[in-house]
Each structure stands twice: as structure tokens, then as C-alpha cells.
């Protein structure tokens, strides 16, 4: 059921902090095994099978942004409002009922038209490239029902529930593209069907758990606040896999229509996904639900002050030792085929934090309904994504996708925090989360000067032991050397 409390803002800090870790060691185990098929598919695929499975993804999210219309937060929205047992009954069977119609109307449409829809969604010359898009169209049906799991499941906060049902879907996932592609050599078409493994532990958990309320019924009323709530979100949800992976599409249409650029490129991105992996996902999966419990207004702002200081701090950290140490990433997890995408690293990295710090300042316009900017922004944003790639894929290659993607991010985080000042009563300390974000830069840029090591061990070590300086320098400037935010937090009970 919902929870109505009106916490302090430390308190309210310390369960966004604990929900966050539970999220953040469930992603990081997840994409700790994901990251175990980075060497066994630059071993034994080909950069172009590489990229089909890159282009499968991009298909998914794009695909599925539509397919949800903006109900995943509309979802957890509508959720805290409900006070009862029977209101819940009707808000998980509307939704459910819902997602299915919409998967059901839209797929069909797909399929029946696959002669076009195909080449369009999956736009490669790869000979499986129509077995790709049969197993695609699978699992977006089952992305779709799965996306209302999840959401349920962070609304009710069963975090745990949630991580550990996801960890069962990557260990099988990850288990049978061993076995399969190492044992059985049977090439990428085992992928296509493994990826639904990853989806049917959290459609199980979550079906069991919400069982109680789903029943065949329908609440228009409800689908309509929904639906006005989220629609606007549409543009959001669909606009973020345009910024993450319409670059790939555009990699082979304008340079390389081989598919080797865009696995390269492809690997070292997974590498520049690791802030989102381990910090802005599951910062997001706890501060998104708790932005909509009905708590004091002005313990809301406190909150939001310190947040964005706080996930900088992370963040800029994360970013730092990233970007040190991209070469070393590859050269542990890959192939020298693969190296010459490590420039990209930093980029990409910073596109994921500021990602994040936008859902940190534009959180008080979620709360108040104020949507209809939001997708509109990050909408344009996309526009300026697309124009970019096109006007520097071919002068910079690669490089000209990941500035790009970067461009557009800070556009997002800058609109949305001017946005926000004219229209919220909340000052952000921006002075102090510039100077973190100019340490950070200042300190990668010296280390990665000064430091050359041909020695993989040697150079891991000493990057590491020079990026302790530039850390505790940031911490100071956070307020950490009191230690008392952290005191306060974490001793509150």
C-alpha cells in the first residue's frame, strides 16, 4: 500500500539512499555478469553480429517508449495516490489490461507490414537480419508487461523482490550464451531468444506479489488521469533512446555501412553505461517514486539541495576513474580490434551522470504535474542529437556520435534547471556543483597527461593512486570533511 508519512528530509535522504544501494548492488551484479560477455562476444562474434545485437536494443527502447506512453511514471504517480485496497484493484488491472491491448494492436501492426517495417526498425544488411526482427517483436510484448512489473514493484518498494528477480533473468541469460555460443558455437541467432530470459523472472515475481489486485476489470476514469499525466512523458521516454542509440543507426548509414565501427563503437560504450549502471539507474529507480509520497513541501527542497551535491559528488567520481582508465577497460575485457573506442569513454560517461542531475533539479516540476516541458525539451534535445551526428559523424567519426550524445545531455540538464528556477521557489547551490564538476575535469585531464605506463598493473595502480587526491578535494568541497551530513544521515533511524 502506499505510504501517506511525512518524513524529515534526513529520514526521507536515508531511505532514497538505502532503496538506491539495494537497486545499485542488484545493477551491479547484473551488469558485472553482462559484462562477462563483453570477451566472449569479441571472441567469438564478429563486429557485425555485434552490432545487430546493438541495433536490437536500440529497436527495444525505442520501440517500447512508445508502446508504454509515458504510463511507467504515470504509473508509480497514480500509485501513491491511491488509499485503498479496491483503488489499487483498479489501477493494476486498468494498467495491466492496457499494456496488453496496446502491445497486442501495435506488434500486429509491425508484423503485418514486416516487408517494410524490418529493414526500417533493424536498418542493416545482416543476413539475420529477419530472424532479429521476429525475436524482437517477442520480446517487446513481454518488455511491455514487464516495464508494469517493475514499476509496481519500486512503487510498493520491494526493491529487494525486484533485484533479486532481475539477478535470476542475467545469471540464466548469461549461462546460456555460454553454453551456447562457447560449447555449442551456435553464432548470435542464440542471443535472439536468450534476451527473453531476462524478462520472465520479474514478470513472474511481480504477477505473484500483485496478485491480490488483478482482476478482469476496467477504470477509464483512472486510465485518463494516466493518460494526461504520462503523455507528455512520451516524448521524454522516447527521446532518451534517441540520445542513447540512434547514433548506431546513423554510424552505418553515413560511415559505415559494414557494421564494424558501430561494434567498436558498441563495446566502449557499454564501458561509458557504467555510471548509469551502477549509480543513475538505481539512484532513479529510488528517487522517482519517492519524489511522489506525500510529504512536506518545504523538507522536499532541502532534499533536493542536498541530492544534487550528493549524486555529483558520486557521479564525478565515477566519471573520473572511467576516464582514467579507459584504455586499461578494454585492454582487460576485449580485444585490441576493440581499443580504438576508447576516447569515447569520457563522453559517454558524462552524458549518464548529467542524465541523472537532470532528474535531481527538475524533480519539483514532476511532483506539480508540470510534464508538457519536460518531453518537449528532451524532445528537441534528441533533434539537436540527430542534427549533430550528422554534421560530425563524418568529420570526427565515432568521436562526433559521443560528442554529440554529450551535447545533448548538458542541453537537457541546463534547460531543465532554468526551467525550474523560474518556476520553483528552490536554490540549487550551483557554485559548488560547477566547482565539483571542474575538479573533476581539471584532475582527469592531469592524470591522463602525466601518467603513460605500458604495464597494464602499474598504470591501474598509480592512476588510481593519483585520482585519491582529486577525490578527497571534492569531498571537501561537497561539505563531507564535517562529516556531518553523512552523520546525520545515516544515524537517523
Known amino acids: 500500500m502506499p505510504n501517506i508519512s511525512t518524513p524529515e528530509p534526513t529520514t526521507r535522504i536515508l531511505h532514497i539512499f538505502k532503496t538506491s544501494s539495494i537497486h545499485s548492488v542488484g545493477t551491479f551484479l547484473n551488469k558485472l555478469l553482462l559484462l562477462s560477455l563483453v570477451p566472449l562476444y569479441s571472441h567469438l562474434l564478429p563486429a557485425s553480429d555485434t552490432g545487430l545485437i546493438?541495433?536490437?536494443?536500440?529497436?527495444?527502447?525505442?520501440?517500447?517508449?512508445?508502446?508504454?506512453?509515458?504510463?511507467?511514471?504515470?504509473?508509480?504517480?497514480?500509485?501513491k495516490q491511491e488509499p485503498d485496497r479496491e483503488a489499487l484493484t483498479r489501477l493494476l488491472s486498468t494498467s495491466m489490461w492496457f499494456m496488453v491491448l496496446i502491445s497486442t494492436v501495435a506488434i500486429g501492426v509491425l508484423v503485418l507490414f514486416s516487408i517494410r517495417t524490418a529493414p526500417l526498425i533493424l536498418n542493416t544488411a545482416h543476413p539475420l537480419q529477419g530472424l532479429a526482427f521476429v525475436w524482437l517483436m517477442v520480446s517487446l510484448f513481454l518488455r511491455n508487461l514487464q516495464s508494469l512489473s517493475v514499476n509496481y514493484l519500486r512503487a510498493?518498494?520491494?526493491?529487494?523482490?525486484?533485484?533479486?528477480?532481475?539477478?535470476?533473468?542475467?545469471?540464466?541469460?548469461?549461462?546460456?550464451?555460454?553454453?551456447?555460443?562457447?560449447?555449442?558455437?551456435?553464432?548470435v541467432s542464440a542471443i535472439f531468444v536468450t534476451r527473453l530470459l531476462l524478462l520472465l523472472p520479474v514478470l513472474v515475481v511481480a504477477g505473484w506479489l500483485a496478485r491480490p489486485y488483478l482482476q478482469f476489470c476496467w477504470d477509464s476514469g483512472v486510465l485518463r488521469k494516466m493518460l494526461r499525466y504520462g503523455f507528455p512523458i512520451t516524448l521524454t521516454a522516447m527521446a532518451y533512446p534517441i540520445l542513447n542509440f540512434a547514433d548506431?543507426?546513423?554510424?552505418?548509414?553515413?560511415?559505415?555501412?559494414?557494421?564494424?565501427?558501430n561494434g567498436i563503437y558498441?563495446?566502449?560504450?557499454?564501458?561509458?553505461?557504467?555510471?548509469?549502471m551502477v549509480l543513475v539507474g538505481p539512484f532513479l529507480q529510488a528517487w522517482q517514486p519517492a519524489l511522489y509520497d506525500k510529504a512536506d513541501d518545504a523538507n522536499r527542497n532541502e532534499v533536493y539541495r542536498r541530492m544534487l551535491l550528493y549524486i555529483t559528488f558520486a557521479g564525478a567520481t565515477l566519471w573520473l576513474g572511467l576516464s582514467v582508465m579507459r584504455t586499461e577497460l578494454l585492454q582487460l575485457f576485449s580485444t585490441p580490434a576493440y581499443y580504438s573506442g576508447s576516447a569515447i569513454i569520457?563522453?559517454?560517461?558524462?552524458?549518464?551522470?548529467?542524465?541523472?542531475?537532470?532528474?535531481?533539479?527538475?524533480?519539483?516540476?514532476?511532483?506539480?504535474?508540470?510534464?508538457?516541458?519536460?518531453?518537449?525539451?528532451?524532445?528537441?534535445?534528441?533533434?539537436?542529437?540527430?542534427?549533430?551526428?550528422?554534421?560530425?559523424?563524418?568529420?570526427?567519426?565515432?568521436?562526433?556520435a559521443a560528442y554529440a550524445t554529450t551535447t545533448a545531455f548538458v542541453f537537457i540538464f541546463i534547460g531543465f534547471a532554468v526551467y525550474s528556477k523560474t518556476k520553483l521557489t528552490i536554490s540549487f547551490p550551483y557554485v559548488r556543483w560547477f566547482l565539483l564538476c571542474a575538479i573533476?575535469?581539471?584532475?582527469y585531464a592531469i592524470v591522463d597527461k602525466i601518467i603513460a605506463i605500458p604495464n597494464l598493473f602499474f598504470s591501474i595502480i598509480l592512476k588510481a593512486l593519483f585520482c585519491l587526491p582529486v577525490i578527497f578535494l571534492m569531498a571537501y568541497v561537497v561539505g563531507l570533511r564535517r562529516l556531518q551530513d553523512l552523520q546525520t544521515i545515516f544515524k537517523q533511524k
Do not use: C
Not at 520491494?158 to 533479486?164: P, Q
Not at 548506431?248 to 565501427?261: C, E, H, K, Q, V
Not at 558498441?266 to 548509469?276: D, H, L, R, T, V
Not at 573533476?440 to 584532475?443: F, Q, S
Open 54 to 79: 546493438g541495433l536490437m536494443d536500440t529497436a527495444e527502447q525505442f520501440l517500447i517508449a512508445f508502446l508504454i506512453l509515458g504510463q511507467g511514471q504515470a504509473f508509480v504517480w497514480q500509485f
Open 156 to 187: 510498493d518498494r520491494k526493491a529487494l523482490s525486484l533485484e533479486i528477480a532481475n539477478l535470476i533473468g542475467t545469471t540464466l541469460f548469461v549461462g546460456f550464451n555460454f553454453v551456447l555460443l562457447y560449447w555449442f558455437h551456435t553464432g
Open 248 to 261: 548506431r543507426y546513423m554510424i552505418t548509414a553515413l560511415i559505415d555501412p559494414s557494421g564494424n565501427l
Open 266 to 276: 558498441e563495446i566502449s560504450y557499454k564501458f561509458g553505461m557504467i555510471p548509469s
Open 346 to 400: 569520457p563522453w559517454v560517461a558524462a552524458s549518464n551522470v548529467f542524465y541523472g542531475l537532470g532528474w535531481i533539479v527538475v524533480a519539483g516540476l514532476a511532483v506539480q504535474s508540470k510534464t508538457v516541458f519536460m518531453g518537449v525539451w528532451t524532445a528537441l534535445a534528441a533533434l539537436i542529437n540527430i542534427l549533430l551526428n550528422f554534421w560530425w559523424l563524418p568529420i570526427w567519426g565515432i568521436m562526433g
Open 440 to 443: 573533476a575535469w581539471m584532475g
